[in-house]
């Protein structure tokens, strides 16, 4: 079935298809970002942490409510197991007061009986500092990055690369944004991860379709089969690769417990969209710029042409 809608012109139309759904997304997650923003967590916005036990296993819609009513400010409740509990805390004027409210009120109870195991204050501009790092890093990845794709490939195919990049991030940022998902320095390093894992994607591709064009120097094939054919070649190769990758995130994602969902959440999105905008974006992309055979031709001076028509 992938290889009937592959060939010709059907595959083409898929993949201008894929692309100009690619756009709308794009736009829809800039969108979202312009109006929504992202749900920074602690680890940026600075506030109050604090880990605590229970005696028996509660259920945390109704820890929430218990604790709402001795809570007067916002908080996040999350739970990392059967009893045991993560409180987050805006920073605020009243903050401390209501960490002691609530704090007296789950360890008093007989029947959540909880047990405090650490509360830990973690300064704004410590998180501002942590945000100012991680961008820097993602910033040096990106110009990397740019900078192999420069030396590797002809220029159409390295700015498909870089665009299916950059697609793939702003894809993940406006899921986040639309979510609301907490935004933390663990979803900050799956980003990272994003940026290693579509660039090999994309290179897979890109590499396929130059090697393909180079044995195309007659222009026998039109640039649309020949990049219809390298989608092929690859395309077993991607989903395998994609979906043993998909499985263990998958994995981390279901029962490495509420720390790591960011984290697993947005690498599965990024390995999803990034397997499309290899094929919709960074395959497609060049041939509209004009990607051809041609663009892989030997170039030969004169005086190589004269001795190579020499008798």
Known sequence: MLNYFLKGEKGTRLRFMGMLLSAILVLLSVFTL??????????????????????????LKELQSFIAKNHNG????????????????????????????????????????????SSAYIGSQVGDELFDQGCL?????????????????????????????????????????LLQIEFNLTVLASLLAIIG??????????????????????????????????????????????????ATVASVWLLAGAPLQGFAIALFTGIVVGTFSSICIAATLPELLGLSAKNYEVKVDAHTQTLLDMP
């Open 137 to 177: 890093a993602m910033f040096a990845a990106m110009i990397a990055v740019m900078i192999y794709l420069a030396v590797r490939f002809e220029w159409r195919l390295a700015l498909g690369s870089v665009v299916a990049l950059v697609h793939d991030l702003i894809l993940v940022l406006g899921l986040f944004s």
């Open 34 to 59: 312009t109006q929504k923003g992202l749900n920074f967590g602690l680890d940026f916005t600075g506030g109050y942490l604090t880990e605590f036990t229970t005696s028996q296993s509660v259920e």
């Open 197 to 246: 894992y579509s660039l090999n994607d994309s290179i897979i591709v890109g590499d396929r379709v130059r090697e393909l064009l180079r044995v195309q120097s007659n222009n026998v094939l039109s640039p649309a089969t020949i990049i219809n054919n390298a989608i092929k070649s690859t395309l077993t190769r991607t989903l395998i690769t994609s979906g043993t990758t998909l």
């Open 74 to 117: 916002e908080f996040e409740l999350t739970a990392q197991g059967n009893s045991h509990f993560q409180l987050r805390e805006a920073p605020s004027a009243s903050t401390t007061a209501n960490s002691l409210d609530w704090q007296s009120a789950v360890t008093q109870d007989d029947d959540i009986n909880a047990q405090v195991l």
